[in-house]
């Protein structure tokens, strides 16, 4: 578990601040921070220090093309901090949060190729084919993101569509608006729903759904499976 005195002395400072700032970007080396913060090595490589010992930083040597190894910066783990403060009490938290891959459904071929392609030009040095690269991602992913929204209004105009074909259905095979909710919440659900999921949606009484289910069973709607699954027929 990481230490909120170590952690809170790091974030004291808004050079250090900021220095999470850009490495939460990409990972960089000291000559790129002393550069970029218009600071000396020396202070930036004390910062450093102090970050890697609240535990926030991880370095590593990366062959930079041409000359010695550098050695990189970056973000070592993912931290939330909360903090309490009231007149009743006075509590700080630190939770680690785990890392999440980025997983993109096989449905999706070519957005899968951009995010492994981003995720291989990240760890490269930076420079002029880089930036074009990145730029020429970025117009790729406006497209899919574009073909993505598409997708998904012509989706969700296809959900609404069916709902309203089953409300009208309900209202024309049902008389009592209590049996017609039952049959659209079975419905817009994938036809099956525990006894005790349905009256939670519902707010009803298990007696009073037990009853009403009786009757739209007799009537050849539904049936209950081992007195604890609702099927739709």
Request: net charge neutral; aromatic share 6%; charged share 30%.
């Amino acid at each position: 578990m990481a230490d909120p005195d170590k952690i809170f002395l790091a974030l004291k400072s808004e050079t250090r601040r900021k220095i999470l700032e850009m490495l939460a970007a990409e990972p960089m080396y000291l000559t790129q921070l002393s550069y970029y913060l218009n600071l000396g090595q020396q202070a930036i490589f004390r910062h450093l220090q102090l970050l890697e010992e609240a535990g926030l930083l991880e370095s590593d040597f990366r062959e930079a093309g041409q000359g010695a190894p550098r050695r990189y910066y970056q973000i070592a783990r993912a931290v939330r901090a909360e903090v309490q403060i009231s007149p009743e009490m006075f509590d700080v938290e630190l939770f680690d949060v785990p890392k999440i891959e980025i997983s993109v459904p096989k449905e999706f071929p070519e957005l899968a190729e951009i995010v492994r392609t981003c995720k291989k030009l990240s760890k490269e040095p930076n420079s002029r084919e880089k930036l074009s690269a990145f730029s020429d991602l970025l117009k790729q992913l406006g497209q899919e993101l574009d073909k993505i929204n598409i997708a998904k209004s012509a989706a969700e105009a296809t959900y609404s569509n069916i709902r309203n074909h089953i409300r009208s259905i309900s209202y024309e095979l049902l008389p009592q608006r209590i049996d017609q909710r039952i049959i659209q919440t079975l419905a817009s659900r994938g036809g099956e729903l525990g006894i005790s999921d349905l009256t939670t949606i519902l707010h009803l009484t298990k007696d009073t759904l037990l009853e009403r289910i009786k009757k739209l069973e007799t009537g050849g709607l539904l049936k209950i499976k081992d007195n604890e699954q609702i099927i739709l027929l």
